[in-house]
């Protein structure tokens, strides 16, 4: 299945090729965890995780189409 | 005393007459500073019914004890008074470098009373307070009065003052300090003008004295080095790219406020954003006093229309001066934000303003012949235009200058008004951010977020990430963080370090940071729970003034748009703020009536009771 990813902030870094706004093909089963794994983004960036918009975590389950947000934390507004 | 200068300044504006007065090392100790302080001065000396605007009301300006330290982002002061935008108790906070000047000179608070003849400044020198004639400076904007007050008193002063904003009255009018920091919101800078008070200028060479170095020193590495070691693992968001960085937060998890709240998506964010931001007008970060953050923006439009140069956009008028009224061009906002601050603005009401005339513009209740010319959605050039006359209460301007309620109520829909008591939101939309919603709508000074600002968690992911559109969850949580938010304005401290690095990083916030901090500057020995019972009672104190003033239940609203119209679309597509139940459970836990009013038993254990 394909999902998108969008990265932000200090995760632009871990982005396959220069955009930092991407598709990549998983597959059935896959959950965030396994898209962390696959742009090898580390533990220690603390990366905040949306899917769609609302909260995720790492055994979330993904499906077709879904977007996966990644920022780094940021303190302040 | 160590921590506080043990000084309050009174100014009697309509005899001239200025007292030293020693602050009661009791009152010190149960309402610690800043917030605290000032509320209960509000509480004993100002009657919650009086006119804003009027001789009977009191300007309160107070240090916390960690003002003027080197206590990580200790450099903050509050603005206290009752408010001629919300009637209620409004109190605002800002940074830079008076606040810590303020307190080397001497003093813990200034209690600013009456009404002068003829404006007037007042000018601190290490312990000597004067007022100075400022009919020379009346209708100066704030960087043509910082540059003459210093001329005239000392160039290494710092100032606190007013533009035309003030001087005329508008009811979001700011205090400028430093020439571009603000304790912006709720109309402070409209009760300095109504007592002709043009500003407040400092020097100070003082020393706030600790009661033991050594701990305090060993204290403050201690807390600053949580943040180096965040900053070792890579470039700080705040630091690289200011607070507008905030809007991937709020745009992704569709709360970023767009055309009066009418969705929660702006399509031209990236336009705007923090990263847009530093590409095209940085010059420089700049902190505020003794801050390892550096958040504040030196930025300048070199060329074009909008061309300027000063400080921001901060993420709040990215939003309100961008997003919420339609509007993707940078140098437009900001060139507005520049005028904000010139004019002396709030950045929040002053583009929540247009939006709702641009609101009532695009459904017919407000024309063209009305504003002059025409008011779409987008018009970078319109807004710049209406931010100045605003300001100087020129043309529509003059209507705008009483703020969204009014305007939307004169042309017969107040339901486009986004305030609570009065007080235009921040933004973020509570529909996404539930636990803001509930804040918005029970802070005592109106829908501000830095009462209890949940998004924090909410969207930002600090200190743990829960997710907005919940709302069962979120009572007590914004009970906790409203009374450690009184406490981090009571100490003089900022909220961007605090919450994160001198709280316990779990959703109970305990303030354990600040303990040891207060603790070794002042010495008073305070437990944990005796400081979080100070927030409680902060909190409290503030909401007594508010019901003398005649408000309850009724004014912990939201409008409708919010409680009744489910987002349109995004990811909080389909939702509501579930304020009504959320309030129950609020009133609940703080030991509230139903009516949203303190009961005796909770005023009797704050030690409120006979105040």
Not at chain 2, 318 to 326: E, F, M, T
Request: include cysteine; proline fraction near 5%.
């Amino acid at each position: 299945m394909k999902v998108h990813v969008d990265l932000y902030v200090n995760l632009k870094k871990y982005a396959p090729a220069n955009d930092s706004s991407f598709e990549i093909q998983l597959a059935t089963g896959a959950t965030v965890k396994t898209v962390l794994e696959v742009l090898k983004i580390p533990a220690s960036e603390k990366a905040i995780v949306l899917v769609n918009g609302r909260n995720a975590d790492e055994s979330n389950l993904l499906k077709e189409k879904d977007t996966i947000t990644l920022y780094s934390p940021i303190s302040g507004g | 005393m160590y921590g506080w200068m043990g000084k309050i300044l009174r100014v009697n504006l309509t005899n001239g007459k200025i007292n030293e007065e020693t602050l009661d090392p009791q009152v010190a100790r149960d309402f610690v500073g800043g917030r605290g302080l000032a509320i209960y001065y509000m509480l004993k000396e100002v009657d919650p019914n009086c006119d804003a605007l009027g001789n009977e009301n009191k300007l309160i300006m107070t240090a916390g004890p960690l003002t003027g330290t080197k206590a990580p982002t200790g450099g903050r002061y509050m603005v206290t008074t009752k408010s001629p935008l919300t009637g209620a108790i409004t109190c605002s906070n800002s940074g830079g470098n008076f606040p810590a000047e303020l307190k080397k000179s001497g003093f813990d608070a200034i209690i600013v009373e009456g009404r002068a003849a003829d404006p007037v400044y007042l000018w601190i020198n290490d312990g000597k307070a004067e007022l100075k004639p400022a009919g020379h400076l009346w209708g100066k904007d704030t960087h043509e009065t910082d540059d003459a007050i210093r001329a005239e008193t000392d160039n290494k002063a710092k100032t606190a003052l007013i533009g035309p904003a003030g001087e005329k009255l508008v009811l979001f009018a700011s205090i400028m300090n430093d020439r571009d920091r603000a304790a912006g919101r709720a109309g402070v800078g409209a009760v300095m003008g109504a007592k002709k008070l043009k500003g407040v200028a400092v020097r100070g060479t003082q020393k706030v004295s600790m009661a033991n170095e050594e701990q305090f020193n060993e204290m403050n590495q201690k807390y600053r080095g949580r943040l180096k070691e965040v900053k070792k693992a890579g470039p700080y968001p705040l630091t690289t790219h200011g607070t507008a960085i905030t809007v991937v937060a709020t745009q992704t998890h569709g709360v970023f406020p767009t055309r009066n709240f009418q969705t929660g998506q702006f399509e031209e964010w990236e336009a705007i954003y923090g990263e847009a931001l530093t590409e095209k007008y940085l010059v420089k970060a700049k902190p505020c006093f003794s801050c390892p953050i550096a958040c504040g923006r030196v930025t300048k439009v070199p060329d074009g229309p909008y061309k300027g140069e000063g400080e921001g956009p901060e993420y709040e008028t990215v939003y309100s001066l961008g997003s919420d009224v339609g509007v993707g061009d940078l140098a437009a906002l900001t060139k507005a934000n520049y005028l904000c601050n010139e004019l002396g603005l709030d950045t929040i009401s002053m583009g929540s303003t247009i939006a709702c005339a641009m609101e009532l513009y695009e459904k017919g209740h407000l024309s063209e012949s009305d504003i002059g010319f025409p008011l779409e959605w987008g018009d970078g050039e319109a807004l710049v235009k209406l931010t100045r006359q605003t300001g100087m209460r020129e043309g529509f301007g003059d209507i705008l200058a009483e703020g969204s309620l009014r305007l939307a109520t004169r042309y017969g829909h107040p339901e486009f008004a986004m305030v609570s008591k009065g007080l235009d939101l921040a933004g973020y939309d509570p529909r996404g951010t539930q636990g803001l919603g509930l804040n918005y709508a029970t802070s005592p000074i109106g829908a501000s977020h830095m009462r209890g600002d949940l998004p924090y968690s909410e969207l930002l992911g600090v200190p743990v990430k829960i997710d907005g559109q919940t709302w069962a969850d979120k009572p007590p949580i914004v009970v906790k963080w409203q009374n450690v938010f009184s406490l981090i304005d009571a100490a003089g401290l900022c909220v961007f370090f605090s919450i994160r690095y001198l709280c316990d990083p779990t959703l109970e916030v305990r303030p354990e940071g600040i303990l040891d901090l207060l603790n070794a500057a002042t010495g008073a020995d305070y437990a944990l729970e005796e400081l979080e019972k100070i927030g409680d009672r902060i909190l409290n104190a503030e909401r007594l003034f508010l019901q003398r003033a005649g408000f309850d239940r009724r004014q912990d609203s939201l409008p409708e748009r919010f409680t009744s119209t489910p987002m349109p679309d995004g990811p909080a597509k389909g939702v509501v703020c579930h304020l009504d139940e959320m309030l129950e459970q609020y009133y609940q836990i703080r030991g509230w009536s139903q009516d949203g009013l303190p009961t005796e038993e909770k005023l009797n254990d704050l030690g409120l009771a006979g105040m």
